[in-house]
């Protein structure tokens, strides 16, 4: 095992509890159970993220949950080096169905991380909350 995968073991942190409200709970709902949804528009055809109950496109109300993969690339991240708990990468990921998704990467140390780096979700438990999705490479 090379330096990098030794200390990726142990990239695990403290994810804050989210707040659950009536229009995300059935996001929350599957995580719990491991599954990851994301919105669509019905009206536009039109995937999104965060799941919310208007369609950031074009503000039609017909939205509905659809089961994702949770597959896709890093666009975007960035290594915060001042936290009590070592270094982490945060980023956006694009779903392989066009949103993307400000989140955490754990699993990886932050040196491994690249831009256009495949990425899948996994779910990070929380103290006393549904589980959070965070991306880890493939």
């Not at 995968?5 to 409200?21: F, G, K, L, N, W």
């Not at 999104?48 to 017909?62: E, G, N, Q, T, V």
């Not at 754990?106 to 991380?113: I, K, M, R, S, Y």
Request: one cysteine or more; charged letters at 20%; a negative charge.
């Amino acid at each position: 095992m090379t330096d990098v995968q030794d200390r990726s073991e142990a990239m695990v942190r403290d994810i804050p509890v989210p707040a659950v409200t009536v229009e995300t709970k059935p996001f929350w709902d599957a995580a719990a159970e491991g599954r990851f949804l994301i919105k669509r528009c019905t009206d536009c055809g039109q995937a999104h993220w965060y799941p919310r109950a208007l369609c950031p496109f074009c503000f039609s109300d017909k939205t509905v949950w659809e089961e994702s993969p949770g597959e896709g690339v890093i666009y975007s991240y960035s290594i915060m080096r001042r936290s009590p708990t070592g270094p982490y990468g945060i980023g956006y990921v694009t779903l392989d169905e066009g949103p993307a998704v400000f989140t955490n990467f754990l699993g990886v140390a932050p040196e491994a991380l690249s831009i256009g780096q495949r990425v899948k979700v996994r779910f990070q438990p929380t103290e006393g909350g549904p589980p959070v999705p965070v991306f880890a490479p493939v």
